[in-house]
């Protein structure tokens, strides 16, 4: 299977596993993946994901060009606005680390655009070329790049189609660090630890509030804060975390 998930506690590594291409993905790849991402959203024993690519080469390359393209040229796969894969429109509110091990275009980048926590290795590659090809990033690029990073740096990824350096990623917020790539996967999985030890259903209502106050009115988004932070004081947790500060103990969060 070209999409491993393993869970490892209360944490979901998913890995892209494809080397020998690039960790490009075909149609039976995505359907894999967008059932991978629905199963870590309604399991409630899971609190993080982890994700990464197979190999030393790719994070993912994209789209297999001899398999979806074609499909999706003759009309035989369609193009919907909600598109489980790259975590388009299924509202996962759980924190997703991603873990950027080589070249990440196309595709690649439009699955790394539904993460939250972003760290890559010194030589990866970022960029949305489809333009170069004729095509268009229909997995949420022109949606999401706009509202991630500066918007003149989002339109030249998505206008130019070209490449930039890990470094002009960090420099544009569209990762978080670059890490050695002997460090690349203990500190997504120490990032994730540390997720996990916040309390869970805190972590999901704020990640909830900030992607869903991105496109309303301000005033409206104030309402939505009170809305779900009221829900989240009302939870045994919110009594358990200010309790065990007291009491000088780590916290015991049951997810209620």
């Not at 509110?93 to 972003?118: H, M, S, Y």
Request: negative net charge; glycine residues 8%; proline residues 6%.
């Amino acid at each position: 299977m070209a999409i491993d998930y393993e869970k490892q506690g209360h944490i979901a590594v998913v890995t892209l596993n494809r080397p020998e291409v690039m960790n490009c993905v075909n149609q039976a790849d995505l359907e894999e993946l967008g059932r991978v991402w629905l199963d870590f959203r309604d399991d409630d024993g899971l609190r993080v994901a982890v994700l990464t690519g197979a190999g030393d080469k790719a994070f993912s390359a994209g789209a297999d060009l001899a398999d979806l393209i074609p499909k999706i040229n003759a009309g035989e796969l369609r193009l919907v606005p909600t598109n489980p894969a790259f975590l388009k429109g299924i509202d996962c509110f759980k924190p997703i680390v991603a873990a950027v091990n080589g070249f990440c275009l196309a595709g690649g980048t439009e699955i790394l655009q539904g993460t939250d926590i972003r760290l890559a290795v010194p030589e990866a590659m970022f960029g949305i070329p489809e333009v170069k090809w004729a095509l268009f990033p229909a997995a949420g690029s022109t949606v999401h790049l706009p509202r991630q990073i500066p918007y003149c740096w989002a339109m030249e990824m998505l206008l130019l189609g070209e490449p930039i350096t890990a470094q002009q990623a960090l420099a544009i917020g569209l990762i978080n660090r670059i890490v050695p790539r002997e460090e690349l996967m203990t500190t997504a999985m120490g990032i994730a630890e540390r997720l996990c030890a916040n309390g869970p259903l805190a972590l999901r209502a704020i990640k909830e509030a900030a992607l869903k106050s991105l496109d309303i009115p301000m005033q409206h988004a104030y309402y939505l804060e009170t809305y779900l932070a009221s829900r989240v004081f009302g939870t045994r947790d919110a009594a358990e975390g200010p309790r065990s500060f007291i009491e000088k103990r780590k916290p015991v969060y049951e997810g209620r």
